[in-house]
Nanobody, 126 residues
Framework: QVHLVEAGGGLVQAGASLRLSCAAS????????MGWFRQAPGKEREFVAA??????????RYADSVKGRFTISRDNAKSTVYLQMNSLKPEDTAVYYC?????????????????WGQGTQVTVSS
C-alpha cells in the first residue's frame, strides 16, 4: 500500500521560508515523478512544482506564481521529496499536497497523479 506523508507546514509571516517534506513508502520512489499541489479555500487544486523520476534526469517544472521562490528536490535514498519555499506571500496560503505518478514526464495535471498525501497546511500572514 502506498503512503505519502507530508510534513513541515505551519504559520509564518510574509517573507519567511518553510521547507515541506513528503516521505513515500510502498512504491519504487526513484521510478515515480513527484509533484506538489496546493488548494486554498474555495479554489481548485493547483499545480505548484514537479520533479521527474531519476531516469528522466530529475527535470523540474514550476508554476509561474512560485518560479524563483520555490525549489523542488528529491532524495531517492530517503524516498523523500522536498519543497523549499522562500519569500512566502499571503497568497501562498493553502493546504499543500504531495503526489506521485508513474508517468515518465512531469505533469501539471492532478488527474495524472496516482497517489496523494493527506496534505499539510501552510498559512502566511501579512
Amino acid at each position: 500500500q502506498v503512503h505519502l506523508v507530508e510534513a513541515g507546514g505551519g504559520l509564518v509571516q510574509a517573507g519567511a521560508s518553510l521547507r515541506l517534506s513528503c516521505a513515500a513508502s510502498g512504491l519504487t520512489f526513484s521510478r515515480n515523478t513527484m509533484g506538489w499541489f496546493r488548494q486554498a479555500p474555495g479554489k481548485e487544486r493547483e499545480f505548484v512544482a514537479a520533479i521527474s523520476w531519476s531516469g528522466g534526469g530529475g527535470s523540474t517544472r514550476y508554476a509561474d506564481s512560485v518560479k524563483g521562490r520555490f525549489t523542488i528536490s528529491r532524495d531517492n535514498a530517503k524516498s523523500t521529496v522536498y519543497l523549499q519555499m522562500n519569500s512566502l506571500k499571503p497568497e501562498d496560503t493553502a493546504v499543500y499536497y504531495c503526489a506521485a505518478t508513474n508517468r515518465l514526464a512531469v505533469s501539471t495535471t492532478p488527474g495524472n497523479y496516482n497517489y496523494w498525501g493527506q496534505g499539510t497546511q501552510v498559512t502566511v500572514s501579512s
